[in-house]
């Protein structure tokens, strides 16, 4: 499975950015595919997942409400909407696929992108 990142870029507290993962190779509908992200200094926190069937999605505390994360069957892309974006939700954003059941637990995702940049400033 090969995941390629899109859409990191610079934008203001309060403002959106919209992030695309397109993923190729061999995924099965009950495999899942999250996004993670790293503040500079810190570890990979989970962001958000969504079952490659699309019929289910599990969020992070601190971005529930905010994020929504999305697929689309005809591009084979996960999209990660960010509205209401903070200061702190900068960090390198990587999408991630994996072949157990969805989950948040980093160790379980097989397959990681090159990761894209977000920076939120104040």
């Known amino acids: 499975v090969q995941l390629v990142e899109s859409g990191g870029g610079l934008v203001q507290a309060g403002g959106s950015l919209r992030l695309s993962c397109v993923v190729s190779g061999l995924i099965f509908s009950k495999d899942t595919v999250g996004w993670f992200r790293q503040a500079p200094g810190q570890g990979r926190e989970f962001v958000a997942a969504i079952k490659w069937s699309g019929s289910s999605t599990s969020y992070g505390n601190d971005v529930m409400g905010r994020f929504t994360i999305s697929r689309d069957n005809t591009e084979n892309t996960v999209y990660l909407q960010m509205d209401g974006l903070k200061p702190e939700d900068t960090g390198v954003y990587y999408c991630?696929?994996?072949?157990?059941?969805?989950?948040?637990?980093?160790?379980?995702?097989?397959?990681w992108g090159q990761g894209a940049q977000v920076t939120v400033s104040p």
């Open positions: 991630a696929a994996s072949r157990a059941p969805i989950t948040a637990v980093e160790s379980l995702y097989t397959y």
